[in-house]
């Protein structure tokens, strides 16, 4: 008999049947361990957050082209999840519980081994243009999961997947960026990942899903605040 997932008291269906969407997407993932050990998933958000974080259209000057090869070089001008875009979308309200719902954090545990417990969820919109690269680095300290997401709809997008590096930077395998898959992968010293510059014939977005500790600062970017 197959388990379901029950709804809870102020729990909408919607969510109930994301989760649930959420553990088959995680049991059927796929692993290796080329260059680094990480599962590629299909299908990870429901249909309707995907509209949502397709249409979004953030204020001017969150769409970056060359940053310097970092993230955070444009910190103030960063998109997240936070609660004020949850309160006025309510399909990314269910996307973003969806991801913090305890049998979403038990099914990747299950997955890849990692705790998830004491940590708060962090979910970024990324938008690059042209000229996007990303240095070769590892996502270590407080963020204790790492899930990336294309959501780009553009011809060429299948080729705009994150590179996933060697500890000399180079490029040994690129995940997918087909539209709603995922990479997924632990941080640690081996993780190396990145964007190799190459043309982005449009707009390259994606979502950045982040499982992150106590000690994370920016506690404005999370989704439902800080980890207890």
Do not use: Y
């Not at 070089?73 to 949850?86: H, I, M, Q, Y």
């Not at 790492?146 to 553009?154: D, E, K, Y």
């Not at 080729?159 to 395998?173: I, K, R």
Request: proline share 6%; hydrophobic share 40%; net charge negative.
């Amino acid at each position: 008999m197959t388990e379901t997932t029950q709804t809870r008291p102020g729990e909408t269906s919607a969510c109930a049947a994301a989760i649930e969407n959420f553990r088959r997407t995680v049991a059927a993932a796929r692993a290796s361990d080329v260059p680094f050990r990480h599962w590629t998933l299909d299908n990870v958000i429901p249909g309707e957050a995907c509209e949502a974080l397709v249409a979004w259209e953030p204020a001017q000057g969150s769409v970056a082209g060359d940053t310097g090869g970092r993230r955070e070089t444009r910190n103030g001008a960063r998109v997240f999840v936070e609660p004020g875009a949850r309160n006025r979308d309510p399909r990314l309200d269910v996307m973003a519980r969806m991801f913090d719902s305890p049998e979403a954090r038990e099914a990747i545990t299950g997955l890849c081994g990692t705790s998830l417990e004491h940590t708060a969820l962090r979910l970024e919109l990324s938008l690059d243009t042209d000229g996007f690269w990303l240095e070769p680095h590892t996502d270590i300290g407080a963020k204790k999961l790492t899930l990336l997401i294309p959501l780009s709809v553009a011809p060429d997008a299948g080729q705009w997947g994150t590179d996933l590096m060697n500890a000399e930077g180079e490029s040994v395998v690129r995940s997918s960026g087909r539209f709603n898959t995922g990479t997924l992968f632990v941080p640690g010293d081996d993780t190396w990942h990145g964007f190799v510059r190459r043309p982005i014939d449009g707009l390259r977005r994606g979502l950045i899903v982040n499982f992150v500790d106590s000690t994370w600062r920016a506690t404005h970017e999370l989704a439902f605040g800080p980890a207890l």
